[in-house]
């Protein structure tokens, strides 16, 4: 069965850096992009970027450029997505997934971040 | 780019039929067979119930059916139960980003 593990719940300060990870199984990590999503207490889905880690090909949307840094470790099978300085609003839940033409196939559980002083 | 516009809620009782619709335009629904839809229960993660327009994955009911027309596509859920009660999500294909996928709005589904 394809799985999308992500690590636990985070709570950090503002300003704080912050590394979270989607590890996959039961598939070729290589040949799927992944994608992380975010999603805001009580709002919708948001995507923030796609990445392939066959060539670490990596795309950002608009309003995540900058902002965030989508990585992989193909030795590991396993995505990232980091900030390097925190904000109240990155409080959100985050979602890794891997991504099909147009949407998404399989869904990680979330990582619920929360940035507070 | 502005996000596929869905209807914020619908409602229906049990045993019903409801649709929820997802506008686009020719640069994603319209131009393209991606679309796809997913269920959110609070707190937990989305759920895939249509991919491709119209396709079930493996272990999704039938009482869930996804079509097309133009430039909106539509889920519609069969024989309403209480547990269908969720977030809908639909995403398709665009021409018009760099990633290549846009999300609607979402729509709250109440069985009452």
């Known amino acids: 069965e394809v799985q999308l593990v992500q690590s636990g719940a985070e709570v950090k300060k503002p300003g704080e850096s912050l590394k979270i990870s989607c590890k996959v199984s039961?598939?070729?990590?290589?040949?799927?992009?992944i994608a992380w999503v975010r999603q805001m207490p009580g709002k919708g889905l948001e995507w923030m970027g796609i990445?392939?880690?066959?060539?670490?090909?990596?795309r950002y949307s608009p309003s995540f450029q900058g902002q965030v840094t989508i990585s992989v470790d193909k030795s590991i099978s396993t995505a990232y997505l980091q900030w390097s300085s925190l904000k109240a609003s990155d409080t959100a839940m985050y979602f890794c997934?891997?991504?099909?033409?147009?949407?998404?196939?399989?869904w990680g559980e979330g990582t619920t971040v929360t940035v507070s002083s | 780019q502005s996000a596929l516009t869905q209807p914020a809620s619908v409602s229906g009782s049990p045993g019903q039929s409801i649709t929820i619709s997802c506008t686009g335009t020719?640069?994603?629904?319209?131009?393209?067979?991606?679309v796809s839809w997913y269920q959110q229960h609070p707190g937990k993660a989305p759920k895939v119930m249509i991919y491709?327009?119209?396709n079930r994955p493996s272990g999704v009911s039938n009482r869930f059916s996804g079509s097309k027309s133009g430039n909106t596509a539509s889920l519609t859920i069969s024989g309403l139960q209480a547990e269908d009660e969720a977030d809908y999500y639909c995403?398709?294909?665009?021409?018009?980003?760099?990633?290549?996928?846009?999300f609607g709005g979402g729509t709250k589904l109440t069985v009452v």
């Open positions: 997934a891997r991504h099909i033409t147009g949407g998404v196939d399989v």
């Open positions: 039961a598939y070729t990590f290589t040949n799927y992009w």
């Open positions: 990445i392939y880690p066959g060539d670490s090909d990596t």
């Open positions: 020719r640069s994603d629904v319209g131009g393209y067979n991606f």
């Open positions: 491709d327009v119209s």
């Open positions: 995403s398709s294909y665009t021409s018009s980003s760099t990633l290549g996928v846009i």
